[in-house]
């Protein structure tokens, strides 16, 4: 600390500290700044120093399971190249059974699981009936394994032989994906219109707005844009729990390759569906890490996307 020529102190910032004068000169490269912005040399050396670690590792990996005593096994029982150009068209053909299945799932759960995300927000005592409903249903069949509820209704709803019932093993399917996911997806309903300032529901009823009015065009818009990536990663997880239809004998994806697979005395074809999932799935997942990123930017007031 010095003494000015007017008696005050003038505090120097200490050492290392970045200047906050405009027209001062950039950090030099390599400097405590650059490093922890990842920029300059000292970024394109961690990129560097980040693929080659990820070689090395995946390549000792590979050589470690290559060389090991049971590859030609493994490889002749999972990786058979004869069975797999077999197989792999024949998946794909019946694997439009799994994507209408859940395509039309899709589509009640955001319906159902909007309808009761809404009767459990609503508010006061008259409505506490509703409320015990919404939350009796989410915590039945969040309780209740898929697998479960898939058994139960495809083999128990057709059993009962109503006139009029449907019995249609990919139907009740369909109804049971709905039953479980829209008990999922009404949590995260919720968690976004709960999300919403309450001082939003308070401005839109002052301007003249009922209750259900200020919900509609106030709370829900909001809501559904904050969820929409733990919206999509429970679609992805739906869209694979697709495959468990084929325990009611529905001829699907993983039905085929289970046919396939008994009749070669080979589990090839489960690697195919693997795969078919992968290329589907991937890159909604990467699209979803992309929405949450920019969501995170523009609640941080960072770049414009």
């Known amino acids: 600390m010095t003494k000015g020529s007017g008696g005050t102190s003038n505090l120097e910032p200490p050492l290392g500290t970045p200047s906050l004068d405009p027209g001062a000169p950039p950090p030099p490269h390599g400097s405590r700044r650059s490093r922890i912005l990842g920029g300059g040399d000292a970024g394109a050396r961690n990129v560097w120093i980040a693929v080659a670690s990820t070689l090395v590792f995946f390549g000792v990996v590979a050589v470690l399971i290559v060389n090991s005593p049971g590859w030609p096994e493994i490889k002749n029982t999972f990786f058979n190249e004869r069975v797999f150009r077999e197989s ?90 709905v039953l479980v996911y829209s008990a999922y997806v009404t949590e995260v309903y919720r968690a976004g219109i709960e999300s919403v300032h309450p001082s939003q529901t308070a401005a839109a009823r002052s301007l003249g707005l009922s209750r259900m009015q200020s919900m509609r065009h106030v709370v829900l818009p909001q809501a559904v844009r904050r969820v929409v990536p733990p919206l999509l990663n429970d679609f992805i997880g739906l869209q694979k729990d697709s495959a468990l239809v084929a325990f009611l004998g529905v001829v699907e994806a993983l039905q085929t390759a289970n046919i396939i697979s008994a009749a070669e005395f080979n589990y090839t074809p489960f690697v195919s569906l693997a795969l078919v999932y992968l290329v589907i799935t991937i890159p909604q997942t990467r699209f979803v890490d992309w929405l949450i990123e920019r969501d995170r930017q523009r609640r941080q007031g960072g770049t414009t996307v």
Not at 101 to 113: D, G, M, Q, R
Request: charged residues 10%; without cysteine; glycine residues 6%.
């Open 88 to 177: 792999f068209p024949k998946i794909v053909r019946q694997f439009g059974t799994n994507i209408f299945i859940f395509i039309v799932a899709e589509v009640f759960v955001l319906i159902v699981a909007l309808f009761f995300a809404v009767l459990r927000s609503l508010p006061g005592p008259v409505f506490a009936p509703l409320r015990i409903l919404a939350i009796a249903y989410t915590d039945i069949f969040r309780g209740i394994p898929t697998i479960l509820v898939i058994s139960l209704l495809g083999f128990g709803m057709p059993a009962l032989q109503l006139q009029g019932l449907p019995k249609s093993e990919v139907f009740w399917a369909i109804v049971a994906l």
